[in-house]
């Protein structure tokens, strides 16, 4: 479908029915695969043969999904995982380990941050924390000779900082690893990260692909670009025998386009789990079908609300990228020329009592701790996800207490800018 647009990728991608076989993806709703001789599955297990023979590993409906996901971002090669943290751990680990070290943007998803700063650390993995802002040199020197890759996220959760993409890859590349990219917000309806020179492209698919809040659920896309022969010491992984398939090679027996999924897939997967079900997967197909069609009204939304908040008396701050006022427009405007995504955050005059008197009195944006629903909602961090911090802390953290994330869904825009309106009155 390569030469198809992202209209058509995101309806039709990924599965191809022949002759008499479902128009819609079917639910593969089986956890094992049947062969009729014992040798036809051992080559499976030795990687000699594709196919199928645990859902834990791999499962026909995720891979149809994976595959669209592959194609609208431009990348090689995909899988899908059980969950948008599962992504990002799953796309580092495949490639660092105990020793290794990560150069990650500071403005990050508060779950990825933990996963880095804590968890991985404990692992023995160490995480260097850099501003999505650093200069060429600040970035040069927070590189080491263990680092093993780069992470950013295109539109930072809940900062809405924009990653210079370019910048950060040409960092990578300069120091021979890999750029991994969370495009969860903009998706690849606005923004291809590969395009702009990134490797690893990772999302938490909960968010806008599924976009009706209904399934939990992660992707990985390989750009297919990185040569991991030509820094094989950095990534013996890939790039010596895996003991555990025979002896096998990755990086040369699936080349540049395959060597990463497969192995995440045959070994992370099969270690790990952390598969997607089928289930969740079939209903993600459903949300990419319509996503090229809802990403321009969540942007609509999201534009028409933050300069509606801009100009109002109670609001002492508003962060979207779509504000030519916003630090980062000219950013923005270069990755996400159609825009970004649906979801402003505004500091309200007041503190943490007006932020909770005015979402006690919304009436169509909901409280809640998910984004980039079809349904609007609304969170602030001070009374919910960072309660435990004081004020001080708060703003240490650059997260004032009067913060108020709005995650603009496909209403109409005149009713959502109706309910703000009379809540902030
Ligand atoms: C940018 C980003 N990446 C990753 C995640 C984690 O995804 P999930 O909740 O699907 O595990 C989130 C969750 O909000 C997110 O916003």
Partial sequence: MSNYSMDTKCVQGGYTPGNGEPRQIPIVQSTTFKYATSSDMGKLFDLEASGYFYTRLQNPTNDYVAAKIAELEGGSAAMLTSSGQAANFFALFNICEAGSHVVAS???????????????????????????DATDEELAAAFKDNTRAVFGETIANPALTVLDIEKFAKAAHDHGVPLIIDNTFPTPVNCRPIEWGADIVTHSTTKYMDGHGVAVGGAIVDSGKFDWMAHADKFPGLTTPDDSYHGIVYAEKFGKEGAFITKATSQLMRDLGSIQSPQNAFYLNLGLESLHVRMPKHVENGQAVAEFLEKHEKVVKVNYPGLKSDPYYDR??????????????????????????????????????????????????????????????????????????????????????????????
């Fill in 332 to 425: 923005a405007m270069k990755y996400m020329g159609n825009g970004g995504c649906g979801v402003v955050s505004f500091e309200i005059a007041g503190g943490r009592e007006a932020a909770e008197a005015f979402m006690g009195k919304l009436k169509i944006c909901a409280i809640e701790t998910h984004v980039a629903d079809a349904r609007t909602c609304c969170l602030n961090p001070a009374t919910s996800t960072h309660r435990q911090m004081t004020d001080e802390q708060l703003n240490a953290a650059g997260i004032p207490a009067g913060l108020i994330r709005i995650s603009c869904g496909l209403e109409d825009k005149k009713d959502l800018i109706a309910d703000i309106e009379q809540a902030l009155a």
């Fill in 106 to 132: 500071s403005s990050i998803y508060g779950g990825t941050f933990n996963l880095l700063a804590v968890t991985m650390a404990k692992m023995g993995i160490e995480t260097t924390f850099v501003s999505p």
